[in-house]
Every structure is written in C-alpha cells, then in structure tokens.
C-alpha cells in the first residue's frame, strides 16, 4: 500500500523551487538605537534637533548656517542603514548628504546625496563612489515615491566583494570588487558616517539654474532609524576587519545579488535612472573599466 503524499510537501517543494528560480534575497534588518550612542553632532543646537530622547533628529538648514552629524567610530565593511524624511515643498538648491568617508589625502568615500527642487518636481538620488581619492562615478536615479511625505530607509551593505546602495530593501547599484582588473577597490580605509544638509544651489536643481530660496527657510530633513551593524576599527588597526570571515555581511549570500534582486535592479534601472556615468561619452571618452564588471 502506498501512502498518500502530504499536501504541505508540495507547498515546501514549490516553495523550494521558487526560491531556487528568483534567488533568495536575504532580508538586510539591523535593529535600530538612539542616535546619541553611535552619533555626535557637529553643529549647534539651533541647527541639529535631538528629538523623542535620541530617536529622532532633525537637521536645520538656514541662512546661518549648514549642519549635519557624523558616527563616533569608523568602521571597514558591514551594513549601516538610516531612515530620512527629505525637506518638503521647495527644496531647490538644498543638498542632503549621506555618506561614508576615510577623510584620508586618498579618500575612500560612499556616497547618498539628495538634491532638492522645485513643488511638484521630482526629488534626485546621486549616489557615487571615490576609491582610492578617485571618483567621478556618478550616477542619478529618481526616486519612486514621496521621499518627503514620510520616512524611508537608505542602506549601504559593504564587503569584500561588493558594494550595494539599498532604498526601502531595494538595490539601486552595485559597486563590485574589480581589483582583479586594476580598479581600487574600498577594502583598506576605515571610514566613518556622516551626513549633512547645505546650501548646494550652484550645481544641485538642475545643473544650478534653478537657486534655493531663502525665503523658504528653515529647510529640514528628519531622521530615524540609527542602524549600524560593523567591524569597528580600534586605534586604526583594521586588520581584524579584514581578516575576519565570519561577520554575517560575509556570508555567501550577501556576495552576489540574488535573481530577484536584479530584477529589482533591473526595474530601477529601466524606469528611474537619469544619469550614469558609464553612459556619459561626453565626459568620458573611454569607459571606465568597473562599468563592464558592474551589474547593468
């Protein structure tokens, strides 16, 4: 006699095959902490806003003065993650910078930066990358929602083998390790976190046509979510860091993109992506040679 096949092996057996089709894409989750344990302001209080006990903070742009923060600690790879709302209605001409940075004569930088414009017109997302004090590896993506109407969260997982801009759990671009074909790769420089808001009219709205208006002042950007899961380098030793392999970024399954995380690259690329310099004959005669290793 034969016995009957369970109903749930079929629902775990399609369950396997569609994971195994799309490619699983681990859920990238640090939990959250206040912003005064792994933070330190860099401007005065009229200008940064500690809110909800260190939950929240705000940064304040106005005719006196720029502000922003920036990490207690620096760090060689991991996951940082912070959630922005962007400064609402006309935010022309303002810059909201998030990035990683050596601050080292040949820097190794990171970088999210928001250019504001005008009511009603789209918000831009540059991302870019310096490696060893080179950079010029600009690209520009619009963003898909409302990044004033609520927060959103805008993460960097970084390892040995690769660099991946996140928006919502959503890869936006990859850097990948192309050492192996003359390109310097992040892998060496210890670099803190920082961010920013400030006064980027000359080149920020429209390749600077478009002039912040200060009559709309204060410009705030709020922030939430003050994840940081990373190898912390002590008194510039960042051996450990490198040496060590079994830090979860490290895992097999953060090397590569899964198959539903291109696909999800793939969506960004087709229908929000307005500037790559890849793309940019112009500017650059012959391409750079990370473009081809590069996913898309």
């Not at 709205?205 to 002039?211: A, L, N, P």
């Not at 979510?225 to 399954?253: H, K, L, M, R």
């Amino acid at each position: 006699k034969v016995s009957p096949i369970s109903p749930f092996f079929f629902v775990f057996f399609f369950l396997f095959i569609y994971l195994n089709v799309q490619g699983f894409a681990p859920q990238l989750k640090v939990v959250p902490v206040s912003f005064t344990q792994n933070y330190l302001s860099s401007t005065d209080p009229n200008h940064i806003r500690v809110l909800n006990a260190g939950g929240s903070v705000d940064l304040v742009l106005d005719q006196y003065s720029a502000s922003g923060f920036a990490s207690k600690n620096k760090y060689l790879f991991g996951f940082i993650e912070l959630q922005i709302k962007l400064v609402p209605g006309n935010s022309a001409g303002t810059v909201t910078a998030y990035y990683m940075a050596s601050n080292t004569m040949q820097h190794d930088e990171i970088d999210f930066e928001f250019l504001g414009n005008v009511s009603g017109q789209p918000y831009s997302l540059q991302t870019n990358i310096y490696a060893s004090g080179t950079g010029n590896r600009e690209q520009r993506i619009n963003l898909w929602f409302d990044p004033t109407a609520d927060f959103h969260s805008y993460s960097v997982l970084w390892n040995k083998q690769q660099i991946i801009f996140l928006v919502d759990q959503t890869p936006i671009r990859v850097y990948m390790n192309s050492e192996d074909i003359g390109v310097p790769y992040l892998n060496q420089q210890p670099m803190g976190v920082y961010s920013s808001i400030w006064n980027g009219d000359q080149w920020a709205t429209q390749g600077g046509s478009v002039k912040l208006d200060w009559t709309m002042a204060p410009f705030v950007a709020s922030y939430q979510g003050f994840s940081i899961d990373a190898c912390q380098v002590q008194n510039a030793n960042t051996t450990p860091c490198i040496a060590n392999t079994s830090n979860w970024w490290e895992y097999v399954d953060y090397q590569m993109l899964a198959n539903r995380q291109i696909n999800d690259l793939t969506w960004v690329r087709d229908n929000w992506l307005t500037y790559n310099y890849c793309a940019d004959r112009r500017r650059f005669k012959t391409q750079a040679p990370e473009c081809a290793r590069n996913p898309l």
